[in-house]
T-cell receptor, first 115, second 114 residues
């Protein structure tokens, strides 16, 4: 049972345009969400996160939106750059209690920025 | 700081062999974990530890053992390798709840079981 879903395996976007990556979750106990970026032959690197008490978090070109009622979050990248070409993983964590730090990951979306 | 280091980078095993994947971090993180990444499956949690001497199972623990005798090290042992364990393995660490959920990942170990 996939609790975190990324339904688009791949996405291609023109350089300079907006990239929008989507993620859906089913577990209502998740209260913290993260996006990771992964280049080939490297480990994932943390990009941006959002707590369930917020609906938006912004960091430079990256913005994450959270819609709790729809159990949906999205990552916006504006403007998209060639270096953004990577696989993006959505991840969720289920609570603020000690021991709940473990993450559940989605299957990833491969983003390709076209020059 | 070296961050999270993993050895070896690549490994080929025969079915039935055992081996240990090494993971170390120099950030004094309490929380450490092991994931495997398979095509179309994302990253799945194998085992995790919230501190020295404390470990617990994740989503796919069968066939793997872990121990955490120090804060820095969190080795993953394959008891009797099977072809289904062919995967890329990532170790990660974080401060935990107090410091946030952001986990730092190592570069990965690519394991092939023949």
């Amino acid at each position: 049972d996939q609790q975190v879903k990324q339904n688009s395996p791949s996405l291609s976007v023109q350089e300079g345009r907006i990239s929008i990556l989507n993620c859906d979750y089913t577990n209502s106990m998740f209260d913290y969400f993260l996006w990771y970026k992964k280049y080939p032959a490297e480990g994932p690197t943390f990009l941006i996160s959002i707590s369930s008490i917020k609906d938006k978090n912004e960091d430079g070109r990256f913005t994450v939106f959270l819609n709790k009622s729809a159990k949906h979050l999205s990552l916006h990248i504006v403007p998209s750059q060639p270096g953004d070409s990577a696989v993006y993983f959505c991840a969720a964590s289920g609570g603020t209690n000690f021991g709940n730090e473990k993450l559940t990951f989605g299957t990833g979306t491969r983003l390709t920025i076209i020059p | 700081n070296a961050g999270v280091t993993q050895t070896p980078k690549f490994q080929v095993l025969k079915t039935g062999q055992s081996m240990t994947l090494q993971c170390a971090q120099d950030m004094n993180h309490e929380y450490m974990s092991w994931y495997r990444q398979d095509p179309g499956m994302g990253l799945r949690l194998i085992h995790y530890s919230v501190g020295a001497g404390i470990t617990d199972q994740g989503e796919v623990p069968n066939g793997y053992n872990v121990s955490r005798s120090t804060t820095e090290d969190f080795p993953l042992r394959l008891l009797s390798a099977a072809p289904s364990q062919t995967s890329v393995y990532f170790c990660a660490s974080s401060y935990g709840v107090v410091g946030g959920y952001e986990q730092f990942f190592g570069p990965g170990t690519r394991l092939t079981v023949l």
